[in-house]
């Protein structure tokens, strides 16, 4: 499972521990305590153990706690799987569920829930933020021209372009078709404070591409508005925001 060969692994018992990741180790020791302080008799445990080639193998590992008469723990005896394929389907399902398929951004379901997460923190700390709105002009006349496979390429390409104009403390997501919405916590409340970076937005997003062989130029239309005072949830930010 961790790619040594006969004799070139640690046979003693500590083995297990020498090869675990350090950050893992705190949480398992603590584990550990608990499971012998307890009178439990099974126990399930997750944690990464290093392979031979270096990288992490992440492990499940469970069993049993024997026992003496006393309940006092004398032996733990179990099995430990490799959980990578597992991670990768969990992984996956993740990005299907919240992730767009074809620029790989977050998605509205992501959007929503991170929305309602910031305007929840905007509540409590009463800091004001913004939400940007960006529609691409005439986009389905475009796919209708050109055609999907050029459509996409230049969704594609916009959305690279976003995330290099954006700060790292912003939240940028694909709404569906041509739509993107920029989540930027954390602003002034008079959305006219962000006049240069929506500039710095708005060029990127237009900026003429190369698809397939032949220049696109598109423009774009943009709405933005300041949370809390255009909307106090996601639906009233977007509605305002689109309109």
């Known amino acids: 499972m961790l790619g040594y060969r006969q004799g070139e692994a640690q046979d003693e018992q500590g083995a297990w521990r020498a090869l675990m990741h350090a950050e893992d180790m705190p949480q398992v020791d603590a584990f550990v305590g608990r499971l012998l302080a307890s009178g439990d008799v099974t126990y399930s445990v997750e ?13 499940l ?31 996956r399902i993740y990005e299907l569920a919240y ?14 829930e991170q929305l309602h997460k910031i305007l929840t923190r905007s509540a409590r700390s009463r800091q004001y933020g913004a939400l940007l709105f960006i529609d691409l002009d005439n986009f389905k006349l475009l796919n ?3 055609g ?28 569906g078709g041509d739509e993107f919405v920029i989540l930027l916590p ?9 006049s240069p970076l929506l500039e710095k937005i708005r060029v990127a997003a237009t900026e003429q591409v190369e698809v397939a062989g032949q220049a696109v130029q598109v423009s774009c239309s943009m709405g933005v508005v300041s949370y ?16």
């Open 186 to 194: 954390d602003q002034a409340q008079d959305p006219l404070a962000l």
């Open 228 to 243: 809390p005072r255009d909307g106090a949830d996601a639906s009233a930010l977007l509605m305002n925001a689109d309109a």
């Open 99 to 112: 992730f767009d398929y074809l620029t790989g951004l977050p998605n509205r379901r992501l959007l929503i």
């Open 61 to 91: 590992s469970r069993g049993f706690v024997q026992r003496d008469a006393d309940g006092r723990a004398v032996r733990i005896s179990g099995t430990n799987t490799d959980l990578t394929e597992a991670k990768r389907a969990e992984q």
């Open 47 to 59: 944690f990464r153990l290093r392979h031979r080639a270096g990288h992490y193998v992440p492990v």
């Open 144 to 146: 209708d021209t050109l």
């Open 148 to 175: 999907h496979d050029v459509g996409d390429e230049l969704l594609r390409q916009v959305a690279e372009r976003l995330r290099h104009a954006v700060r790292e403390s912003d939240h940028l997501s694909r709404l």
